[in-house]
């Protein structure tokens, strides 16, 4: 391992999150923006019919169906290679999701992307990739450092205790911000006059169920176009032959065979905030 992997991976594993500078070039920001644009204009009326856009924010699922610029936006090789490390060999793709805080849109509340605490176990990473700057005026994502090691309650209490040691992680486009599912986080208010853009990836442990089912989503000509390991992290070529089962047997208690793909292990309680 590199020194400035495990630089990240020690990072996770005591903060909860990482800041990778310099994932994406100029031209690759730029044309991730204009298609995450071109999306939200098409989809503008059934997003606002479905609650996916409004004063607050707008956001766009399964991107990698709608665009053939979010197909592999989730490819780089140091950022892969630190899921990797964290979430094992065959961690998987859960969500890829496009999100827009609007001018004036007010801050989110703290919250966490797990459903609940794993020990030691990193169940999930949260990768946000900046399209816009991401300043303490235009709704950094605030979060607590180390907070993946606190029970999370959701008492409203405790949540605004918490926010005494929330800070705003600051990042310019084209870095990735990498946190824990546990650590409570959330988007702050935008009070700038352009909107904030972001990419949002979501990797999960091999037998931990995603968010989105990508094989039976994908078009077919697109999933056709894919290599061997973009289909293994989109999940096409899943199966009950490899798993990562002492960290499962630390989650559960025991190792399944096969292992409970069908236990959801992240929030999905309707309405959802999108992550930020």
């Known amino acids: 391992m590199s020194s400035m992997l495990s630089a990240h991976a020690d990072a ?20 991730s923006r204009a298609a995450l644009d071109d999306v939200f204009r098409r989809e503008a009326a059934v997003a606002a ?11 766009s699922y399964m991107l ?13 090789d140091t950022l892969l ?3 990797r490390t964290m979430l094992g060999a065959r961690c998987q793709l859960s969500s890829l999701n496009g999100f827009a805080m609007v001018p004036g849109g007010r801050a989110q509340a703290l919250h966490i992307d797990q459903r609940e605490s794993a020990g030691d176990t990193v169940l999930g990473l949260n990768t946000v990739h900046p399209l816009d700057d991401f300043t303490c005026a235009n709704g950094a994502t605030r979060l607590v450092p180390g907070s993946h090691r606190r029970p999370w309650t959701g ?9 005494t040691d929330a800070i705003q992680i600051e990042a310019t486009a084209g870095s990735v911000i990498v946190y824990n599912a546990a650590v409570w986080h959330a988007g702050s208010r935008n009070a700038t006059t352009q909107p904030r853009r ?14 989105w089912d990508f094989p ?7 999933a056709a176009t894919l290599t061997p390991d973009q289909r293994q992290l989109l999940g096409f070529d899943a199966g009950p032959s490899r798993y990562d089962l002492a960290a499962q047997r630390e989650v559960v208690g025991h190792a399944a065979t096969p292992p409970p793909r069908w236990r959801r292990w992240f929030t999905a309680a309707p309405p959802r905030e999108p992550r930020a």
Do not use: C
Request: no cysteine.
């Open 49 to 59: 019919e479905r609650g996916w856009r409004n004063d607050r924010y707008h956001v």
């Open 81 to 83: 290679a630190l899921m």
């Open 12 to 31: 996770l594993r005591t903060r909860g999150f990482t800041v990778i500078p310099d994932v994406w070039s100029p031209a690759q920001i730029a044309a």
């Open 64 to 76: 990698a169906a709608k665009h053939p610029q979010f197909v592999t936006a989730f490819q780089h």
């Open 155 to 163: 008492q409203a209490d405790d949540i605004d205790a918490a926010e």
């Open 198 to 211: 972001s990419l949002h990836a979501f990797f999960v442990r091999e037998w931990v169920r995603p968010d």
């Open 216 to 222: 039976r989503s994908l078009p077919a000509h697109v």
